[in-house]
Antibody, heavy 119, light 111 residues
């Protein structure tokens, strides 16, 4: 059974960089697309971007200038960096696996990690 | 930034049937991209409920069904149960944005 676990600081100061890692267990990270998705408190879901295990990426246009997603296949991990954060970036951040294509559904999700942007 | 529109809330008595609509456009659902549905129970991560418009993953009760037509999709819950009280989101891919889009979300309340 594939499991995903997000990790990283729960508090980030405004203008700094948010960094999270998703560790995949119970299966290989290879040959799949992996996404980051966030949900501000009380609001809906927003796709941030995805990466394929070859390293190719695709980002939400609204966040593209501030987002970097990378992968470390040797550790079965992929990571998110979001720069110049503001209070609007406060959200629950989820990592998720694409079932079988870049444009497909997300079949496995992490439990999520809450990141608060505050001084 | 949601480009898929859902009703904010729907409600029904136990045993009733409710439907949730997901309205998109010619760059996402209307372009032929599949629609997927997620159930989010309070305080938990979303869970895949329906994929590729109408397919239920293993373990999802057959009370849940999905359909797609034109630029819209629908999720139906028949025989509504108290445990179905949750938020539901549709999801697709958008060619104009070159990325994934989610619906605005619908809260289902069991009366």
């Amino acid at each position: 059974q594939v499991q995903l676990q997000e990790s990283g600081p729960g508090l980030v100061k405004p203008s700094e960089t948010l960094s999270l890692t998703c560790t995949v267990s119970g299966g290989s990270i290879s040959s799949y697309f992996w996404s980051w998705i966030r949900q501000p408190p009380g609001k809906g879901l927003e796709w941030i971007g995805y990466i394929y295990t070859s390293g190719s990426t695709n980002y939400n246009p609204s966040l593209r200038s501030r987002v970097t997603i990378s992968v470390d296949t040797s550790k079965n991990q992929f990571s998110l960096r979001l720069s110049s954060v503001t209070a609007a970036d406060t959200a629950m951040y989820y990592c998720a696996r694409h079932e079988n294509s870049a444009a497909g559904d997300f079949d496995y999700w992490g439990q999520g990690t809450l990141v608060t942007v505050s001084s | 930034q949601s480009v898929l529109t859902q009703p904010p809330s729907v409600s029904g008595a136990p045993g009733q049937r409710v439907t949730i609509s997901c309205t998109g456009s010619s760059s996402n659902i209307g372009a032929g991209y599949d629609v997927h549905w997620y159930q989010q129970l309070p305080g938990t991560a979303p869970k895949l409920l329906i994929y590729v418009n109408s397919i239920r993953p293993s373990g999802v009760p057959d009370r849940f069904s999905g359909s797609k037509s034109g630029t819209s999709a629908s999720l139906a819950i028949t025989g509504l149960q108290a445990e179905d009280e949750a938020d539901y989101y549709c999801q697709s891919y958008d060619s104009s944005l070159s990325g994934h889009v989610f619906g605005t979300g619908t809260k289902v309340t069991v009366l």
